[in-house]
C-alpha cells in the first residue's frame, strides 16, 4: 500500500466537512437522530470518565484516542447533516472515487498478484499464498474491494451492464485475497438486497419463499462439498485470542467500564491482552460492557427505526457491519474507512426518512 495516497482515502469525507463549515450550514437531523448520536457520546465519551479508565496506564494517550472519537462522531454528524435527497448520489460517488483511486493503483501496481495458486484455498487447501495487492493485510484489500462492490452497488447514474461486468471482475479479485469474512458479507448482501428487490415485485410470502426457499437451498447445494474443516482452518487464532482476553477482562475485574480505552493497536501492551479480530470483544475490553448494552441498545433502536420506514437499505447494512464485525474491528473505529461510511449511509438513510421519506 503506498502511504503517500493514503490521504485519498478521506478526502471526499473531509471535503464534505470543509464545505459544511464554509456554507455555514446548520447541523440537521431529526429528534431520533439526535437520540442516536447522543447515545453515541455516551458511549464512548461519558462511560469512560464515569468508569475513571480515562486515567489507566496511559491517561494521555487514552485522552487522544477519546478526543479521536469525539471527531469522529461529529464528523459523521456533520456529513449526515449535509447529505440530502438532491445530493445523496453525488455523496455516494465521492466516497466511491476516494475509494476507488487508491485500490485502483494497488491492483494495477501490484497485477502479479491476480494469479491462481492464490484460488488454492477455495479447494480446501491453506491459505499460504494470498493476495494482498499492495495493503498490508489480505483481509485489509478485502475490505477495500468489498467498500468498492457496495458503493458501485449504490451508483446508479451510470450503465448498470458496466457496474455489473467490473463488480463480477472485483469479486474475482476478491477470491484471490482469501478474505472469508468479506466474501460472506458480500453473498449475505447479494441475498438481502434479491430478497428486498422481489420483496417490491410480488407479496412478501411469494418473495421470501423464493429467496430463502429457492436461492439458499441452492446456495446451500453448492457449498455442500466444500471442506469447511479446511474452509475455517488456520483461523489466525482469533478463537484462543477472544478466550485469552476475556479470561483478562474477567481475572482484573474491569468487565463493567473495561480496561482503558487504549488504541486497538497498543492492546497487546496491557496486562496479558493480545490483538483480537472482534469488534464486540475489543469494545468490551476497551470501554466495558456498560458501553457495550449502550451501542447494542442503539443498534436496537436503529433496526426499529428502519423496520418502521421500511428502509431496506439501512437494515441490511446494519445486518452486514454487524457480521463484519465478528472477524473484524470495523463496527464503530475511528479511522477504519469502512465504518466511516457505512455509518454514514446508515444514519443519512434514517435521517431522510423524517424529511422526505429517504432516498429509493
Known sequence: MYPQFNFLLYVPYLTIN?????????????????????????????????????????????LFYISLYVIFIFSILVVVSFINKQNYQSVILALLLGNSV????????????????????????????????????????????FIEILLLSLWRKYNNKIIFLFNVFLFFILVLTGSRTAILALVLFILLELYAKLKIKWNLYLSAAFTWGIVLPLLILLLKDIDFGSFFKNISGRDVAAVQNIQVLLSTNNAIFGIAPVNVSNLKSINGLTYSDNWYITHTIQFGIVSLLL????????????????????????????????????????????????????LSQINLNTYNGGVK
Open 18 to 62: 470543509l464545505l459544511f463549515i464554509l456554507l455555514k450550514r446548520k447541523l440537521n437531523v431529526n429528534p431520533f437522530m439526535q437520540v442516536v448520536f447522543i447515545l453515541l457520546f455516551v458511549t464512548y465519551i461519558i462511560t469512560p470518565i464515569l468508569g475513571l479508565t480515562i486515567f489507566k496506564y496511559d491517561p494521555l494517550n487514552n
Open 295 to 346: 451501542f447494542m441498545f442503539n443498534l436496537f433502536i436503529l433496526f426499529l427505526e428502519s423496520i418502521r420506514h421500511r428502509n431496506k437499505l439501512s437494515i441490511n447494512l446494519l445486518l452486514l457491519i454487524i457480521f463484519y464485525s465478528f472477524a473484524e474491528n470495523v463496527m464503530f473505529v475511528p479511522g477504519v474507512l469502512m465504518s466511516c461510511i457505512v455509518w454514514i449511509l446508515i
Open 102 to 145: 487508491l485500490l485502483i493503483i494497488n491492483i494495477i501496481v501490484n497485477i502479479s498478484d491476480i494469479n491462481l495458486v492464490n484460488l488454492k484455498w477455495v479447494f480446501g487447501e491453506d491459505r499460504e499464498s494470498r493476495a494482498y495487492f499492495g495493503f498490508s493485510h489480505p483481509n485489509t484489500a478485502g475490505m477495500y474491494i
